[in-house]
């Protein structure tokens, strides 16, 4: 069943402009996080061009205009969550690479490196609203690839994994190019991202309304170890502090 997504007015929305005027830069961006929203909840094929153009408060030739038609608008969405989850990834990315080549192969210095990373992610993803919306639609993604799907493996999937390949390579040997560290980081990644997925249902199960620090504090606490383990890597203290995006 279809469901239903209110979408609110940007409070910077013009509603005095008139038919056939597309607008500019605030118009194309409203309706892309409209546009998202809609995808995520009801999917590509499950909303038409003139609900995007109603959600966004615009003229449905406005989705022309801008995006040459509602596939386009498709990938520039697409484009838009590639860039948005920049800013939390790729100093992930780097922190982890930087903590595997410093750790030197020491167990210990590993394990604190994979916490911290485990640590950072859970809060980035968790703790950040539009991931409320851009996690749906990434699995919708992952489970029926849209012509968009490419560039989010390339820009967001692939470089992510890879740097959780290598360090899976680090703690136990297997080359990073290997289809078991492949999988071996796919596991790892989804552990984490599970929760962001699945978070009615862990909302429902805990009687929580919302995602705070407190409670993804405690999640990496009960994450972590396991994911160690599964390295063959040794506990670590638990922080106490959850990184804010």
Not at 38 to 65: D, P
Not at 127 to 147: G, H, I, T, V
Not at 165 to 186: C, D, N, Y
Not at 214 to 224: F, G, K, M, S, W
Request: proline share 6%.
């Amino acid at each position: 069943m279809a469901q239903d997504v209110e979408i609110r007015p940007e409070p910077d929305a013009d509603p005095g402009r008139g038919p056939g005027r597309p607008g500019g830069d605030e118009s194309r961006a409203r309706i892309i996080e409209a546009a998202g929203r809609l995808f995520a909840a009801r999917s590509f094929n499950g909303v038409s061009v003139r609900e995007l153009a109603r959600a966004a408060k615009v003229n449905a030739a406005a989705i022309s205009y801008h995006f040459g038609g509602k596939e386009g608008l498709y990938e520039s969405v697409l484009a838009q969550l590639v860039a948005d989850t920049g800013p939390i990834m790729e100093p992930l990315i780097d922190a982890l690479d930087r903590g595997v080549a410093e750790a030197k192969g020491d167990r210990a210095r590993l394990a604190r490196v994979a916490a911290d990373f485990i640590e950072r992610l859970l809060s980035g993803v968790l703790l950040r609203k539009s991931y409320a919306w851009q996690m749906p639609l990434m699995l919708r993604e992952f489970q029926d690839p849209s012509s968009g799907f490419a560039m989010v493996v390339r820009e967001r999937i692939d470089p992510v994994h890879d740097a959780i390949a290598r360090l899976i390579a680090a703690a136990t040997g297997v080359g990073a190019g290997s289809p078991e560290a492949k999988l071996l980081a796919a596991n790892f990644m989804g552990q984490c991202m599970m929760f962001g997925a699945t978070r009615a249902l862990i909302f429902a199960r805990l009687d929580w309304k919302e995602y705070t620090p407190d409670h993804v504090a405690l999640i990496a606490r009960t994450l972590t170890p396991r994911m160690l383990a599964a390295l063959g890597l040794p506990a670590c203290a638990d922080s106490t502090g959850v990184q804010r995006p």
